[in-house]
Every structure is written in C-alpha cells, then in structure tokens.
C-alpha cells in the first residue's frame, strides 16, 4: 500500500468538496446509516474476527470492550449518522461582516480544513463518526486505524464509500488505509504536502510518536486522567453515584474517572459506602496512606505513578486532601487536562473549581462520562481535543472548519 497515493489523491478531490451541496452531504449520511442497518450482520461478523484476535492475543476486557460492535453500538452509529445530517451546515457560512471608512467589506467565512488524517486506535465506530464530519464539513478524510480493529473499520469503509457513490459525494474523499504495517504511520505524518492536520486518538504512545514524527499541524487527543473531586459540601449521595458512574459504567474509555479526590472533612462520612460499592463492582484501589486506613487489606498502596495513570480498567486511584486548593494543585500537576469534576453544594467552591482547574472540561456535580460530542448536541466527535491550538475539547462539526477572510470591493485600490 502506498500512503503517498492515498494522500494525493485524498488532496486532489478536496478541492471540489466545497462545490458539493449541503442536500447531496445529507443524503450521503442518511444513505450509510440505511446501509449500516440493513448490513449489520455483516458488521457484526467481521466485528466478531477482531474480537477474536484480540482475546487470543489477551487483550484486557476493557480493550476489548472498545473493540465491540453490538446491536447497540450499531444503532449508534446510524444515529450518529442521522444527527449530522440534522445538524447545519458550517461551510460558507459568514461569521461577521464589517466596513471600512473606504467603503470595502471585509468578512469572515468558514471553509473546510481540507484534509484530515485520522490515526485511531480501537473503537470501529471511530469510522463513522470520522467520516460522518468529515462529509459534512466538506473535508476529505484518511482513515488510520488499529491493526485491532482492521476488519471491522474496512467492512464500515466500504459501505461508506458505498453510500457517497450512490449520492454523488466523491468516494475519493474516504480513504482508508487498509494495512496493519505500524510503519505506515511515520510515513504519513511526513506527507505535509497533502494532508492538512493530523488527529491521533488512542494511547500515550501513539500520541507521542505522532507529535515526535509529524510535519503536519496535530490536534492530539491525548489520554484522560480524569478526576472527580469531593468537595467537604458535597452530597454524599451524589457523591457516591457520580464517582461511581464516572470509574465504573464504562472504565477503558478516556472520559473514565481515574483518580478520586476526598476532602479529609467528609472522608468518614463517604469512603466506607464508596469502597464497599467499588468493591462489588470489581474495582482495585490505589490508594494515599489516610486512603488505605479506611481498610488496608482492600486498598493497595499509590505509588507516584498511580497519580498519572490512565489505567483504561477498573483500577482508581484514591487521595485524601485537605482542601480545595490543594485537590486542584494535584488535578493541575498530574491531571493530562481532560474532564475533571468537583460535588460540592457550595457556589464558591464550585466557581473557583471551574475557574482555576485548567481543563478541556470541568464539572460541577456530573459525571466525567459526559465529555463526549454526541453528548454534547456537536452530533459526533473527531475526538476530544486536550490542546489549546484551534480546538479543545470535544472536537465538532464546526471545529472541522475554519474562518478564511472574505473582501468586497468596487475598485478601491490602496494609496
């Protein structure tokens, strides 16, 4: 396979995405979420090969979890398909428009970004919520995912292109690299001339490789050491359920909490209920020294690098603090700038949490699980975006454009 190919042809077709129209983008969406449906069995027996790999190559339950393609995960994507194709088109439209004492108009319009490499790890359904963007912001994509997940993003590749050709959206504008040799990566990341912005989604290693190695701009989603912070005012039984729903509904995902945070103040009253439903659920506890006394056979000792983790597990880490100041030093110190939430029931605490933590999400009483695109009404997401260049956060349809000036004259010229 050559990526060079790819790349070229991938470049030449986004020159003629702007052209195409916002009905012909729906359609092409409401196409391959029909096709999706009815070929869900097939879906889900290519989806079946990975798994298999992955269990026989003892891939851990959370991994694998990222990996499947069920009946729901399926609905998902057709949904996700469905509500980019509700949601208004970015391309250009004018953000402002203003004159100068020379009588010229000057402007502001969104264009698309032009081409997108995506490197992904895992999730299959990563594919259609890519491309589903990508269509309808009028960029072309290339689509680099896991050697994990080869079988299942190729069979969602087809039926996308299956469905752009049926609509008249260029087919061209959906690459796929369809290889599970891991070099290719390094020469993509190389091919400035061709591709616009590279987004890598998955682990610390693949991120840092990609930022190491690229010529092209890097939005990087980088992992999710996400904290939840219980403040002495918080509702214990908010408490409770929020930091248990953030660790435990769906722990190898990177809005996953991975480390909690208890006030000295309110720990008697919250660590017993708290460990006693961690441990039902499964999940090993790290914890700080006051941590473990509240039952030290149960709660392993932290070490310093507990407190970087992204553990993608049912693993928490667990610190007692004695105060607000010092629970948001530690988020700011070993946090990777992701989604991090505080239950409190005083304002105060809660505005100056908001304020002072320094990341692409931050919560008051909620759930870090919250921290996803579709969830957020952008439709579907590229990823979430833990820089401060062009986007940060969950990265929409709209992040997927960008303002180009616009000027209109009647034959001014400058003295």
Known sequence: ????????????????????????????????????????????????????????????????????????????????????????????????MWKRPNGIKIGKMRVPLGVVGIIYESRPNVTVEAASLCIKSSNAIILKGGKEAINSNRVLVNILK????????????????????????????????????????????????????????????????????????????????????AKVQRPGVCNAMETMLVHREIADGFMPEMIDRFKKAGVELRGCERSRAYDPEYIKEATEEDWYAEYLDLILAVKIVDSLEEAIEHINTYGSHHSDAIVTENYTNGMKFLNDVDSAAVYINASTRFTDGNVFGLGAEMGISTDKIHVRGPMGLEDLTIPKYIIFGDGQIRE
Request: aromatic fraction near 6%; charged fraction near 35%.
């Open 1 to 96: 396979m050559e990526i060079r190919k790819i790349a070229e042809a991938a470049k030449k077709v986004s020159y003629k995405l702007t052209s195409i129209s916002t009905d012909v983008k729906n359609r092409t969406l409401l196409k391959a979420a029909e096709l999706i449906d009815a070929k869900r069995d097939i879906i889900k027996a290519e989806n079946e090969k990975d798994l298999k790999a992955a269990e026989e190559k003892g891939l851990s339950k959370a991994m694998i979890d990222r990996l499947l393609l069920n009946e729901k995960r399926i609905k998902g994507m057709i949904d996700v398909l469905h509500d980019v194709a509700k949601m208004e088109d970015p391309v250009g439209s004018v953000i402002k």
């Open 162 to 245: 299956e469905a752009a050709e049926s609509e008249g959206f260029p087919p061209e504008a959906i690459q796929f690299v369809d290889t599970t040799d891991r070099s290719v990566v390094k020469e993509m990341v190389q091919l400035d001339e061709f591709i616009d912005v590279i987004i890598p989604r998955g682990g610390e290693g693949l991120i840092r490789f990609v930022a190491e190695n690229s010529r092209i701009p890097v939005i990087k989603h980088y992992k999710g050491v996400c904290h939840v912070f219980v403040d002495k005012f918080a509702d214990l039984e908010k408490a409770w359920n929020i930091c248990f729903n």
